[in-house]
């Protein structure tokens, strides 16, 4: 028997990396699967693959008032709603004394704002279910600061203590509800193609995360979506029934130290 069995997930920026990772992962072990993203072909593609086990919706996941409608929209096709990953992010890369002010909001909105939407509306859904997981997406950015990445630092700290601050609301309120944040280090995803520099946006040469680890990384290599989305399906599952307000940290070594040294 899957892992999921019975159970059904709902997954924000579920159409690439991380979130198409998840996806796929959950859907293996009996789940069925809620993607949403803004990029509808990606994302409608991803369900054909699955199957029968996952349904696509567009979202804009800083837009709250679609919010409840999504939620039902994945009540009414599944029957229930079990587990929400909060996925989708942004990074905006720069200085922070050249971001400007609306680049820091539209980081905040996304990273933030989104995710405290995630909780907010799933949780009834998932107390009328009888409890389940809620997977919060951090970074080892939201552990320890980065020259470079300040905003987006500031992004998944928040995401850190608002994953422990809701867990110990739903286990006091004893709905049987989990929250839990998980860590990524570098990892090979379309955010790194994606992140842009104030001012004006744009890279002057694509960011290599296999250069990266190899710098960074004490295991001296970036991980893989499917890495990540192993932590998620132990997070979604029973098997981690004892965890809440817990970060779980999947990084190579990064918070454990310094850098790799050259041999």
Same mark, same amino acid.
């Given at each position: 028997?899957?892992?999921?069995?019975?159970?059904?997930?709902?997954?924000?920026?579920?159409?690439?990396?991380?979130?198409?990772?998840?996806?796929?992962?959950?859907?293996?072990?009996?789940?069925?699967?809620?993607?949403?993203?803004?990029?509808?072909?990606?994302?409608?593609?991803?369900?054909?693959?699955?199957?029968?086990?996952?349904?696509?919706?567009?979202?804009?996941?800083? /837009?709250?008032?679609?919010?409840?409608?999504?939620?039902?929209?994945?009540?009414?096709?599944?029957?229930?709603? /079990?587990?929400?990953?909060?996925?989708?992010?942004?990074?905006?890369?720069?200085?922070?004394?050249?971001?400007?002010?609306?680049?820091?909001?539209?980081?905040?909105?996304?990273?933030?704002?989104?995710?405290?939407?995630?909780?907010?509306?799933?949780?009834?859904?998932?107390?009328?279910?009888?409890?389940?997981?809620?997977?919060?997406?951090?970074?080892?950015?939201?552990?320890?600061?980065?020259?470079?990445?300040?905003?987006?630092?500031?992004?998944?700290?928040?995401?850190?203590?608002?994953?422990?601050?809701?867990?110990?609301?739903?286990?006091?309120?004893?709905?049987?509800?989990?929250?839990?944040?998980?860590?990524?280090?570098?990892?090979?995803?379309?955010?790194?193609?994606?992140?842009?520099?104030?001012?004006?946006?744009?890279?002057?040469?694509?960011?290599?995360?296999?250069?990266?680890?190899?710098?960074?990384?004490?295991?001296?290599?970036?991980?893989?979506?499917?890495?990540?989305?192993?932590?998620?399906?132990?997070?979604?599952?029973?098997?981690?029934?004892?965890?809440?307000?817990?970060?779980?940290?999947?990084?190579?070594?990064?918070?454990?130290?310094?850098?790799?040294?050259?041999?």
């Amino acid at each position: 028997m899957g892992q999921l069995d019975g159970k059904v997930a709902f997954i924000t920026g579920g159409a690439s990396g991380i979130g198409a990772a998840c996806a796929r992962t959950l859907a293996r072990e009996g789940a069925g699967v809620v993607i949403t993203d803004l990029d509808d072909a990606r994302g409608q593609a991803l369900a054909a693959e699955i199957g029968a086990a996952a349904l696509y919706l567009h979202q804009d996941v800083t /837009d709250e008032a679609a919010w409840p409608a999504l939620v039902a929209r994945a009540e009414r096709h599944f029957g229930r709603l /079990d587990v929400m990953v909060a996925n989708a992010g942004i990074a905006v890369f720069g200085p922070a004394l050249e971001m400007s002010l609306a680049d820091w909001r539209r980081q905040m909105a996304v990273n933030v704002d989104a995710v405290f939407l995630s909780v907010k509306h799933a949780v009834p859904a998932l107390r009328r279910a009888g409890g389940g997981s809620i997977v919060l997406m951090s970074s080892v950015a939201g552990l320890r600061g980065s020259a470079n990445l300040a905003g987006y630092s500031a992004t998944k700290g928040a995401v850190r203590l608002f994953a422990k601050s809701m867990a110990l609301e739903c286990a006091y309120a004893g709905d049987n509800i989990r929250v839990n944040s998980v860590h990524p280090g570098i990892i090979v995803t379309p955010i790194w193609e994606k992140a842009a520099t104030a001012p004006g946006g744009g890279l002057n040469a694509p960011l290599d995360p296999q250069a990266i680890a190899r710098a960074t990384v004490p295991l001296g290599v970036p991980a893989d979506p499917q890495e990540i989305a192993n932590g998620v399906l132990f997070l979604a599952s029973d098997a981690s029934r004892h965890m809440t307000g817990a970060e779980l940290v999947i990084d190579g070594g990064m918070t454990a130290g310094g850098p790799r040294r050259p041999a």
